[in-house]
């Protein structure tokens, strides 16, 4: 480092950030990848069995597994229903 | 038995059929008989890397369709021997490439060959995972940057699961890190991942560290492979690269700025 750079070295280190939110992300993505192969098939039929009563698009429902410590496992499922079907 | 090794990124534009050329080229200068493989279907790039874009008559499509055999197709490279190059089809086509075809046309190298080189497109499209699907070992070349690190990782998933290996039970598909496009001068800065930090995210081994340099884009300039390249950081960096493919052990180079002088490192630049 030379001695111009010594008085300016209070840059942020974004490398660091960098690492950081790629451990995260890819954390998060692993997780998912590792999920059960019956997710997407769980995802069909839900949305099979709320069609039958209301007429969603397949792209308004989300299916996640998530696992939370050893012992826990959520399923999480978010549908959006249009607005005209309340 | 030939050895299937796939090159592939998931993101483009890291250096993927730089590194496939230079390689293949590597591999066929330590005296094995080796192929290069373009699977990127439609946009053929590997025969101008390897300066034989003027002697491609037949395509690997060709060869699935039975229009041509691999004898017509097969480009011989002018400056090493042992060395051939596969074209890729310009076809808009992006289905021509069958897992059955493609496996009928390794099955017909395998025979000839000691190395196969799967230069795999960019992308989890259909053409990348056939590039990746019968391979014995992959290399993931990866630039020190988020968006590159990230789709090695998922790149890395795919290995582990869509291959013929994952498939059938096998021993899993061997990973090496290739990380291109190295500044160790920014890493010094804090400005770019460190070696360190993409093997500690990505976790699969090290195989080679390829500077950014000048050399690779005069070496694409003139159609020449930067491993022909000896005199250059980048020639020198792929050629330690091969020897670590093929199990020596070598140490690193080219990971830390070049020490400067006195005067220099008070004053900069």
Do not use: W
């Not at chain 1, 969603?56 to 229903?81: H, K, Y």
């Not at chain 2, 998922?154 to 498939?167: C, D, F, N, V």
């Not at chain 2, 770019?192 to 930090?197: A, T």
């Amino acid at each position: 480092m030379s001695l111009l750079d010594y008085f300016r070295s209070t840059k942020k280190n974004t490398a660091n950030t960098a690492k950081e939110r790629l451990q995260i992300i890819v954390a998060h993505e692993r997780k998912r990848r590792n999920g059960p192969d019956y997710l997407p098939q769980l995802e069909r039929d839900i949305l099979e069995v709320i069609r039958k009563y209301v007429d969603i698009p397949a792209d308004q429902i989300a299916v996640s597994l998530e696992q939370r410590g050893d012992q826990i496992s959520v399923l999480e499922l978010n549908v959006t229903f249009p607005d005209d079907k309340r | 038995m030939a050895k299937i090794i796939v090159v592939t990124s998931g993101k483009g534009g890291v250096g993927k059929t730089t590194s496939s050329a230079a390689i293949g080229t590597g591999l066929a200068l330590a005296g094995h008989k080796t192929v290069i493989v373009d699977f990127d279907i439609g946009l053929r790039n590997l025969d101008l890397i390897m300066g034989c874009e003027r002697r491609v008559v037949y395509d690997f499509v060709n060869v699935i369709n039975g229009e041509a055999n691999l004898k017509q197709t097969l480009i011989k490279d002018k400056r090493t021997d042992n060395l051939f190059i596969l074209p890729a089809s310009q076809t808009r086509d992006k289905d021509a490439l069958t897992r059955e075809g493609v496996e009928k046309v390794l099955n017909e190298l395998a025979k000839d060959f000691d190395f196969i080189i799967c230069d795999s497109p960019a992308g989890i499209e259909s053409g990348a995972m056939m590039a990746l699907y019968f391979a014995d070992e992959a290399v993931v070349v990866t630039n020190p940057e988020v968006s590159s690190v990230r789709d090695s990782d998922r790149i890395l998933g795919m290995l582990s699961s869509k291959s013929r290996r994952a498939e059938q039970g096998l021993e899993g598909i061997k990973e090496h890190l290739l990380l291109t496009r190295y500044n160790p001068e920014r890493v010094e800065k804090g400005e770019m991942l460190s070696v360190e930090d993409v093997k500690e995210i990505l976790a699969i081994e090290l195989v080679g560290v390829i500077p950014e340099s000048q050399a690779v884009l005069n070496a694409s300039n003139s159609g020449q492979p930067v491993i022909l390249d000896k005199d250059s950081d980048a020639g020198q960096a792929y050629l330690d690269t091969i020897k670590r493919l093929l199990g020596e052990q070598v140490p690193f180079r080219f990971l830390t700025v070049e020490k400067k002088g006195f005067i220099k490192r008070i004053f900069g630049g």
